[in-house]
């Protein structure tokens, strides 16, 4: 009998899922900081928020939410899978404190009221953001290159 071959592999929809996500967390995100630091209008009484500003950052904030969501579903099969095979565990654990480094920084935005937690929480948050695509890619090559390889039958 055949035994079946083990994969960290996620389902097609679960990949694109978690690719959509992120794409719509980092474009939301890039631009509430382009519009926050470069997008002030002009108004009777000064420079002002733009108006697209509130929209981008309920966005950004909703799908923060499902992102949160749609990584905690890798926990029972990809990520423990992966841990117990040791596979791609150095940028999976950078990924995951990325993200957990995102989502309290994210709450401190939203609920701190102290300036300076604020602006600190503010700046790591956006630059943090920013590079994430970058361990996502090297957690992606490392990935692919750590599946075992398959036995060919002549």
């Not at 117990?84 to 950078?94: H, M």
């Amino acid at each position: 009998m055949k035994r079946p071959q083990i994969t960290l592999r996620l389902p097609r929809w679960h990949e694109w899922l978690i690719y959509a996500t992120t794409a719509l967390l980092f474009l939301s995100g890039a631009a509430c900081l382009f519009l926050d630091r470069l997008g002030k209008v002009q108004d009777d009484f000064g420079p002002e928020p733009n108006p697209a500003l509130p929209w981008l950052l309920l966005i950004h904030g909703t799908t923060a939410s499902a992102f949160t969501i749609i990584v905690a579903m890798l926990v029972p099969v990809h990520m423990r899978l992966g841990w117990n095979f040791g596979r791609n565990r150095p940028s999976g654990l950078l990924l995951i404190g990325i993200n957990l480094f995102l989502l309290v920084t994210g709450l401190a935005l939203y609920y701190s009221t102290g300036v300076a937690v604020r602006a600190a929480a503010s700046l790591s948050h956006w630059l943090i953001g920013l590079v994430l695509p970058v361990p996502i890619i090297i957690h992606l090559v490392r990935g692919k290159r750590s599946r075992p390889k398959r036995n060919k039958r002549l």
